[in-house]
């Protein structure tokens, strides 16, 4: 049973008509410019955040530095305390907080608390993390001589995040980066600064309670200039962007001209294969989920098909069918399948790429269409469109943050539809459903798929905390979240350690004076 209408939501969560964009854990800084956050569910506004001044942001980096110097001495396990108290502030608000992620964002309410979840997963394996960043013993070549590796903080994380997954994707970082010693300073996307603005109230909520100081957790707000002062910036060692490839290539040459480090996730252009021997029933649910979820607003959504041609026209017909029973509407009404794209912009990148594929010589298998009416007033809700096409297409080549599936035909052997699948600059995720072991085995192995994430028998989209998420190629090459992604947020440190009498020289030079 739910019990926060939107407005306890907000309320609960502190958001209110007007608010300072610019926090080290204290007080919300106000000044005098405005972002406004519109809902793309009805079209209201919920409220605005201003924007982070120059001035504030140099005070919310002075406040950051002077924290890392506290916490840094903080034993890891004691931050991982306070990461577990994030995770049950996070356990008892997950239905206020996954439903103004739904409001603000667009995604359905059902995803809203699952991203929440991943949230709250990611913080318990932050938990055990902090007890576990281990460095290595190495045996030394001299006598009386120990060698380890230890792992050390590295300072400020400045994280750029992006609509699509605007919680989750912070706390990936955050939860890391705080077990590790690092503070963090977060620019949450313009199009929704307000589960920014409620993910700094909790967490500011449980640093005062176990009396840290302001600087752990930043939040600043506003567009690519903001972003900008962070990416330029020597006090910021590491960059976590998630984005655009456009924008991904911009960060990350700014951090490297400073020989900063960056974490970056941008763009998929992700396929599904399904061979002859694929079952598919589950094919079914693994494709229509990956295509129409979140309205194909993952960066893992599935964007093309590429299916065997023995089993093309019974799996093309199924699709279809699924695609014409999709209920697009109000996210927050959990009888809909679909939500509305994130804004007017997105509404016209997807019809120019539907456009885009007809010119191009694409068969419109399901025509799309922006919706109007009832309960269509903000302009934002699409039908999935589903178009048969050439891999070489340039609109096919190239990622549209909206629900257009393109499908293709191959025959021959797995082989061949691999190499449709890494024929794209991007590598973030990629699946395979078979039953045949060979296939997937061919797959998985290093001939196989180029991308980050690999799948058999499951979709694109949708992975575990547990793994390392990223992917390479354009994708960026960074990884996120479980594995041993947390030694990116932290510097490691060979130690040699001289326990004899004598001081021996490495590789037996020898230096006698
Ligand atoms: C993203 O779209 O940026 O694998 C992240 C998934 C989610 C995360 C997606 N767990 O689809």
């Known amino acids: 049973k739910q019990q926060y209408g939107i407005t306890e939501a907000l309320k609960t969560l502190g958001i209110t008509e007007s608010i300072g964009g610019t926090s080290t854990g204290g007080d919300w800084m106000l000044s005098d410019n405005f972002i406004e956050s519109v809902s793309p569910v009805d079209g ?20 950051a530095e002077e924290a890392f110097a506290f916490w840094r001495d903080l034993p890891a396990p004691k931050r991982g305390e306070v990461v577990r108290q994030f995770g049950v502030r996070l356990r008892e608000l997950k239905e206020p907080l996954g439903k103004l992620v739904s409001y603000e964002m667009g995604k359905s309410f059902q995803e809203g608390l699952g991203e929440v979840q991943e949230m709250i997963d990611i913080c318990d394996f932050a938990v055990g993390l902090s007890r576990q960043l281990h460095g290595l013993t190495i045996k030394s070549e001299r006598p009386d001589h120990h060698m380890q590796e230890q792992w050390h903080p590295l300072g400020i994380t400045g994280i750029i995040s992006a609509f699509n997954f605007p919680v989750a ?21 313009e199009k929704t600064p307000l589960t920014g603005v409620a993910c700094q109230n909790l967490i500011a909520e449980v640093l005062k309670e176990n009396d840290m100081p302001e600087g752990i957790s930043c939040v600043i ?39 900063g480090k960056s974490i970056l996730e941008l763009g998929g252009n992700n396929a599904m294969i399904v061979t002859p021997d694929a079952d598919l029933k589950m094919t079914l649910i693994g494709a229509v989920f990956g295509s129409v979820g979140t309205a194909a607003q993952r960066c893992t959504s599935t964007r093309r098909l590429i299916v065997h041609e023995d089993i093309y026209d019974d799996l093309v017909g199924k699709i279809k069918n ?57 302009g934002c809700y699409v039908k999935p469109a589903l178009i048969e096409a050439d891999n070489s297409f340039k609109i096919v080549q190239e ?99 001289n326990y004899g009498t004598s001081l021996p020289l490495a590789q037996g030079i020898k230096f006698d004076i």
């Open 44 to 63: 209201e506004l919920i409220a605005k955040v201003s924007i982070t001044t120059k001035e504030q942001y140099e005070q919310t980096i002075a406040k």
């Open 169 to 189: 994707v912070w706390s990936w970082n955050t939860a890391l980066a705080w077990a590790a010693g690092n503070v963090c300073v977060w620019k949450p996307s």
């Open 221 to 259: 707000n506003g567009d690519y200039t903001v972003g900008e002062w962070m990416t330029n910036d020597q006090r910021v060692p590491l960059i976590s962007a998630t984005g655009s490839i456009r924008m991904g290539k911009i960060v990350g040459q700014t951090v490297a001209a400073r020989l």
């Open 322 to 378: 699924a695609y014409s029973q999709i209920k697009i509407g109000n996210p927050l009404d959990e009888n809909n399948h679909v939500g509305p794209l994130i804004d007017s912009k997105a509404v016209e990148a997807y019809q120019n790429a539907i456009e885009e594929a007809k010119k191009e010589g694409g068969k419109v298998l399901i025509e799309g269409g922006v919706l109007s009416g009832e309960g269509y007033e903000s």
């Open 399 to 497: 990622e549209t943050f909206a629900p257009i599936l393109y499908v293709m035909k191959y025959s021959g052997g797995v082989e061949n539809a691999i190499a449709l699948q890494n024929g794209v600059k991007q590598g973030l995720s990629s699946a395979i459903m078979t039953n045949n072991m060979r296939e997937a085995h061919y797959f998985l192995s290093a001939k196989g798929s180029d991308c980050g994430i690999a799948n058999v028998n499951i979709g694109t989209s949708g992975a575990e905390i547990g793994g390392a998420f990223g992917g390479e190629k354009e994708t960026g090459g960074g990884r996120e979240s479980g594995s041993d992604a947390w030694k990116a947020y932290m510097r490691r440190q060979t130690n040699t350690l």
